[in-house]
């Protein structure tokens, strides 16, 4: 159950009536437990989809050859320089 379907929850049932022996401020106390325990799983969740985000841009990041990349930025700018490239713009 995530924490909106755990919030209705509670406001629906919140005012059902009780048995004598169970007090109203008690039952609203473990009705937000579980509302408060829904919302720290979705929020585990959140921070696990957040680090598994991570983890997949550093080995994008890790497998590209970074000196390839720095060479051919040079060279662009090499090329640029000495006028042997020019560089293309849309109409």
């Keep these: 159950m995530n924490y909106a379907e755990a ?6 049932v919140a005012d059902i009536p009780l048995p004598e022996d169970i007090g109203r401020a008690e039952f609203l106390e473990l ?3 579980g ?3 829904a919302l720290f799983g ?3 969740d959140a921070q696990d989809e957040r680090d598994a ?3 997949a841009a550093l080995a994008v990041a890790e497998a590209r050859d970074w000196a390839a990349v720095a060479k051919r930025v ?3 700018d090499s090329a640029r320089k000495s006028g042997m490239f ?3 713009r849309p109409a």
């Design 42 to 44: 979705d929020l585990q």
């Design 7 to 12: 919030n209705a929850l509670r406001y629906a």
């Design 31 to 33: 009705l937000t437990a």
């Design 35 to 37: 509302v408060r325990d």
């Design 74 to 76: 040079r060279d662009r």
């Design 53 to 55: 985000v991570k983890l």
């Design 86 to 88: 020019i560089e293309r």
